[in-house]
C-alpha cells in the first residue's frame, strides 16, 4: 500500500478511535446493569455451548501438546524426584503414625466442611484468550443458582469468584488475575494483607506489616474482611519470603496448589458462612 | 467466495478457535493472539482504514466475549490494523522474517496501546514487566505462529479459479 492510501484512512481512524473511547466512557459509567454489561452476560451464553464443544475436542490435542511441552521439565524432575525418593524412604517408618493422626483429622474437616458449605460443582468449559485477564467459563448459571460474587474452589483451594452470570454458564475471575484482590490472613502471625495476582501467574500477598516474621510453608487463608470470600477458605502456602529493601510493607509469595492452566471442575460456594475453621 | 464474506467467516472461525483452543495451547503463560494476527495480515493486504475497521470489530467481539473493558481491544486493534496498512504487502515474496518481525513489532505495538489505555483509566504496571513478561513472549508467540495463520487465512480468502475446459481436458486428458 502507498503513503498516500495510508493517509486516506485518517478519518476512518479518528472515527473509531473516539467510538472506542466513548465504549469504554459508557462502559464505566453504566454500571452492570447497563447494556454493554448485559450483552458481555448474554455473550457468556451464547458462547460457552461452542467452547464446550471445541473444549471437548481440543483436550485430547492439548494433552499431547501438553505431553512435549512438559518433556524437558520431566527431565529435570525426574532427577529431583530420585534424590527424594532416597531420603523419604528413611523417614517413612517414622511417618506411619503422623498418617493415622492426619487421617483422622482429615476426616474430620471434610465432614465440618460438608456440613458448612454448600457448594455447586460445575465443568470449565472455557478459558480466557488474552494474557491481560485471567478467567474460566463454568457450565453453571442462574438457573442453577448461581450469583455474581460467590467463591469458586477444588479440593485444593481457592480459585475465584464469580464475576459474570448468564443463564447457564458463568464467568469466574481467577485468584491469579492482577485485577483481583482478596484479603487473606497468614496461619502463623494472624496478619492481615492482600493478595493479589502478578503477570507471570504468581501469587503475593501485599502490606503485611515489616516486622512480622514470615516463614515458608505457613497456611494463607481468607480473611473474611471485605465481604466477598468467607474467613478460613485455604489459598496456599507463603514461599520463602524475599528481601523487603525500602518498602513500608513487606510481600510475601503464596504457592498455590490449585493448577490454574488445567482446571477442570470447579465448586461454587452457595451460602458461606459467616465463621469457617482456619487452615487447609 | 466473496472475499468480505470469507474474511467475516475467517474472524469468526478466529475468534472460536482464539477463546476455545488456544488457551491450550499457552507456553509458560503466554499464548498467541489469532485474531490479532489476522488482522495484522489483513492490514498487510487490505491497507489502513479496512484493517483499522477489522481491528475494531474484532478487538470489540474480543471484548464482549471476553468480559474485559469493552472498548480496550478495539481500540488497541484498530490501532493496529491501521498502522499495519503502511507495510507494503511484497512483505510476503521476500523473505518469512519479515513478516514475522511484523507481526512481532506489531503484537508488542497491541500490547503497549492496551497497557497506555488502561494505565488512563488507572491501572499502572512496570514498562519491565509489561515489555518483557507480557508483551515479548506473546509477541514471539505470535511470531512463530504467523506463518501457519497466513497458510490458513490465504486459503480462505484466495477464491479459487475456475475450472476451464482447458484444465478439466488436462486433468482427464
Known amino acids: ?280 | 467466495m466473496r472475499k468480505p464474506l470469507a474474511t467475516a467467516i475467517t474472524i469468526l472461525l478466529a475468534l472460536l478457535f482464539q477463546a476455545a483452543v488456544v488457551p491450550h495451547l499457552a507456553i509458560a503463560g503466554a499464548q498467541p493472539d489469532v485474531v490479532l494476527i489476522l488482522i495484522v495480515l489483513f492490514g498487510f493486504s487490505e491497507g489502513s482504514a479496512k484493517g483499522a475497521s477489522l481491528g475494531f470489530v474484532g478487538g470489540l467481539v474480543q471484548d464482549l466475549l471476553g468480559g474485559q473493558v469493552v472498548g480496550l481491544s478495539a481500540f488497541s486493534k484498530a490501532i493496529v490494523g491501521y498502522v499495519s496498512g503502511f507495510v507494503e504487502r511484497t512483505i510476503f515474496v521476500e523473505n518469512v522474517l519479515l513478516p514475522m518481525g511484523a507481526i512481532l513489532t506489531a503484537s508488542v505495538l497491541n500490547d503497549f496501546t492496551y497497557a497506555g489505555f488502561n494505565f488512563l483509566l488507572g491501572e499502572k504496571i512496570g514498562l519491565s514487566k509489561l515489555f518483557f513478561d507480557m508483551a515479548l513472549p506473546t509477541a514471539l508467540y505470535n511470531a512463530l505462529a504467523m506463518p501457519l495463520v497466513y497458510l490458513v487465512y490465504r486459503r480462505l480468502t484466495t477464491p479459487r479459479p475456475e475450472k476451464t475446459p482447458m484444465t478439466l481436458k488436462r486433468k482427464w486428458g
Open chain 1, 1 to 280: 500500500m502507498s503513503p498516500t492510501e495510508g493517509r486516506r484512512g485518517y478519518p476512518v481512524i479518528a472515527a473509531l478511535v473516539v467510538a472506542s473511547m466513548v465504549l469504554v466512557t459508557v462502559y464505566y459509567k453504566e454500571g452492570q446493569e447497563g447494556p454493554l454489561h448485559r450483552v458481555q452476560g448474554w455473550s457468556i451464553g451464547l458462547i460457552a455451548p461452542a467452547q464446550s464443544a471445541i473444549a471437548r475436542v481440543a483436550q485430547p490435542i492439548s494433552e499431547i501438546y501438553g505431553f512435549f511441552v512438559d518433556v524437558g521439565k520431566f527431565r529435570t524432575e525426574n532427577a529431583a524426584l530420585k534424590r527424594q525418593n532416597t531420603e523419604l524412604r528413611s523417614k517413612l517408618r517414622s511417618m506411619s503414625a503422623l498418617e493415622a493422626e492426619n487421617k483422622r483429622l482429615r476426616s474430620l474437616l471434610v465432614f465440618k466442611q460438608r456440613t458448612e458449605f454448600k457448594g455447586l460443582p460445575a465443568k470449565v468449559i472455557g478459558w480466557q484468550s488474552t494474557s491481560w485477564q485471567s478467567t474460566i467459563i463454568i457450565d453453571l448459571g442462574s438457573n442453577d443458582g448461581v450469583q455474581k460474587g460467590m467463591p469458586v474452589v477444588t479440593g485444593d483451594g481457592l480459585v475465584g469468584q464469580v464475576i459474570q452470570t448468564s443463564a447457564n454458564a458463568s464467568r469466574i475471575l481467577l485468584i491469579i488475575d492482577q485485577k483481583s484482590g482478596v484479603s487473606v490472613q497468614l496461619g502463623g502471625s494472624g496478619d492481615v494483607g492482600v493478595l493479589q495476582g502478578q503477570s507471570d501467574g504468581s501469587l503475593l500477598v501485599s502490606y503485611i506489616s515489616k516486622e512480622t516474621t514470615v516463614s515458608a510453608g505457613e497456611a494463607v487463608v481468607t480473611s473474611g474482611l471485605g465481604g466477598v470470600f468467607p474467613k478460613g477458605l485455604f489459598v496456599g502456602k507463603t514461599a520463602e519470603p524475599g528481601k523487603v529493601g525500602y518498602n513500608l510493607y513487606k510481600a510475601v509469595k503464596v504457592i498455590s496448589p490449585v493448577d490454574f492452566r488445567r482446571l477442570e471442575e470447579v465448586l461454587v460456594v452457595t451460602n458461606p458462612p459467616e465463621k469457617t475453621p482456619f487452615g487447609e
